[in-house]
């Protein structure tokens, strides 16, 4: 039995990395359950993160976000696939948690790609707030230094994105997590997604 194959995969990165897509791929292809972490804030709230964020302030979206995490986590009673959302990493006990129930994987692009996917992304704006008064390009460049540190901290490995296939990354990181090539098994069992690619 492999590594891969006794603990939860964890994915972290900024938004528009392309967490939730690699999510599913890895999913497909290990028959596991995935859960996209920013869908089930939402179903459980009610209403989009944006309008959480609107409404209740960032400090209550963060707040719902541990809670969520530590549930799942805790909760799983057999390895998953877990996407996280962009700052799910701000917390310490929030890092500490997702370092130690799984194998955690930085997904990373330029802040050029980023804003090219987002920007390509008709669910963007109406789910995802505006996190500074920045414009969009310095916003992600401001908050990917600023996150840099933590996304490193809580990594046991990290993967570019930028000009690779949905495949050929969830290839990566099987091959970083147990060091062997995959093959495709069962369908997997999805919780929390509706499509949203992040």
């Known amino acids: 039995m ?14 528009g990395t392309g967490k939730t897509t690699v999510a599913l791929s890895l999913a497909r292809r290990l028959g596991r359950r995935f859960v996209d972490g920013d869908v089930e804030i939402e179903r459980r709230a009610g209403k989009t993160i944006a309008e959480i964020f609107a409404q209740d302030g960032e400090p209550a979206f963060r707040d719902m976000e541990a809670t969520l995490i530590a549930d799942i986590l805790k909760s799983a009673t057999e390895p998953i696939i877990l996407s996280t959302g962009g700052g799910a990493v701000i917390r310490a006990a929030t890092r500490d948690l997702l370092r130690a129930a ?95 690619s992040e």
């Open 2 to 15: 492999t590594h891969l194959e006794t603990r939860n995969l964890i994915l972290i990165g900024y938004r």
């Open 102 to 196: 799984g194998h955690v994987v930085w997904l990373t692009a330029t802040p050029e790609t980023i804003l090219a996917r987002l920007r390509g992304d008709a669910t963007t704006e109406a789910r995802r707030p505006d996190l500074t008064s920045l414009p969009p390009l310095e916003e992600i460049r401001t908050l990917l230094a600023h996150r840099h540190d933590w996304y490193q901290q809580t990594a046991h490995s990290t993967v570019a994105t930028d000009d690779q296939s949905i495949d050929n990354i969830a290839e990566t990181i099987v091959r970083k997590c147990c060091h062997k090539p995959y093959n495709q098994k069962k369908p997997p069992t999805l919780s929390g997604f509706e499509g949203f």
